[in-house]
């Protein structure tokens, strides 16, 4: 057999078409080792995008409080007409957006504070619908269960009335205080005594009986604030006292009670010795921050922003929700 030097071998037509086949593949691995090298590259960079935070909306998440989680009870004693809003609302989003559980009792403003005082309720948090009950609970003579409280919100005063009334049509068109008078009229409000709203709607009445008489001889019937609304829908009365924003939360048709401005002025604090305090400021940072703001909004609230604390003691973790502090 004859050897060539590798310089001047030699090839056959077959070595030749096997040589062409080798150099063929090993062009399509390198290829495909090409394209997988580019993928990887590829995925990599998208990757590394993905995993690295957009700074295109930090300044937003940065301004907006962070929303404190935990588990547990939070019980919050409210007044009566923020119902619809507490229940169906804002406590189902606190809970969801929390871990925390969210337990409601309801009633006219001062007579939650009687309760408080008298220890009927352990309570967490106190909502008022007037400023000034939250002074029956401050200083040692009174339990020392306020210290502080934030006023976050407000809300007119208005006639809520039944469409199915058959003095709806004169509440559209007539002065409120001569319609109320006519033959037959069921008017509801709640207590004065023991309810801001109460108080409100007899200081309405006074005020408007030089024009109209007959109100002198009007007397409302008087029934729990949280059951006010359910009296309406259901027929029991043909109008009754609501504030603006519970007659939004309840779909109820108003007219304005003119006359005087007299509205509903709400405040929030965290009750001195309140059973479960983390989740306590927890609420009111929920409460006071975006989402529960804009919950209020929604339902016809009109903001105090942001809300202003009389007193002293607010917890440092409600400092980024309050004026001031």
């Not at 919100?153 to 208005?158: G, H, T, Y």
């Not at 205080?177 to 801001?196: H, K, N, Q, R």
């Not at 607010?314 to 004026?323: F, I, M, Q, R, Y």
Request: glycine share 10%; with cysteine.
């Amino acid at each position: 057999m004859d050897c060539h030097p590798w310089g001047t071998l030699t090839f056959t037509s077959g070595m030749r078409a096997r040589v062409a086949r080798v150099t063929m593949v090993a062009v399509a691995l390198v290829g495909v080792a090409l394209v997988a090298t580019a993928c990887s590259s590829s995925d990599s960079s998208t990757a590394s995008k993905s995993s690295t935070p957009s700074t295109s909306g930090s300044s937003s998440t940065s301004a907006s409080p962070s929303i404190a989680r935990g588990s547990g009870p939070v019980n919050v004693l409210y007044a009566g007409s923020l119902v619809n809003v507490m229940d169906k609302q804002l406590g189902p989003a606190f809970n969801h957006a929390t871990g925390y559980t969210f337990t409601g009792f309801s009633a006219g403003s001062s007579a939650l504070a009687t309760q408080i005082k008298g220890t009927v309720h352990p309570g967490d948090v106190f909502i008022s619908a007037s400023p000034d009950v939250n002074t029956s609970l401050q200083g040692a003579a009174n339990g020392d269960w306020v210290s502080w409280y934030a006023t976050f919100a407000s809300s007119p005063l208005v006639i809520g009335f039944n469409p199915g009334s058959t003095f709806a049509a004169d509440l559209r068109s007539k002065p409120w205080y001569d319609v109320v008078t006519e033959p037959g009229f069921l008017l509801g409000s709640t207590d004065p005594a023991t309810d801001p709203k109460g108080k409100l709607a007899a200081q309405a009445i006074t005020a408007q009986t030089v024009s109209a008489p007959g109100l002198a001889a009007v007397k409302p019937a008087v029934y729990p604030e949280e059951t006010l609304v359910g009296r309406l829908q259901a027929g029991q009365l043909d109008a009754a006292f609501f504030y603006s924003s519970e007659a939004v939360a309840a779909n109820i048709k108003t007219v304005p009670v003119t006359g005087q401005t007299l509205k509903a002025t709400y405040t929030a604090t965290v009750l001195n010795q309140a059973p479960h305090e983390a989740g306590a400021e927890a609420f009111v940072q929920y409460l006071l921050g975006a989402d529960g703001s804009a919950t209020l909004k929604k339902d016809g609230f009109t903001l105090i922003t942001p809300p202003t604390v009389v007193g002293t003691g607010a917890p440092a973790s409600l400092h980024n929700v309050l004026a001031g502090q």
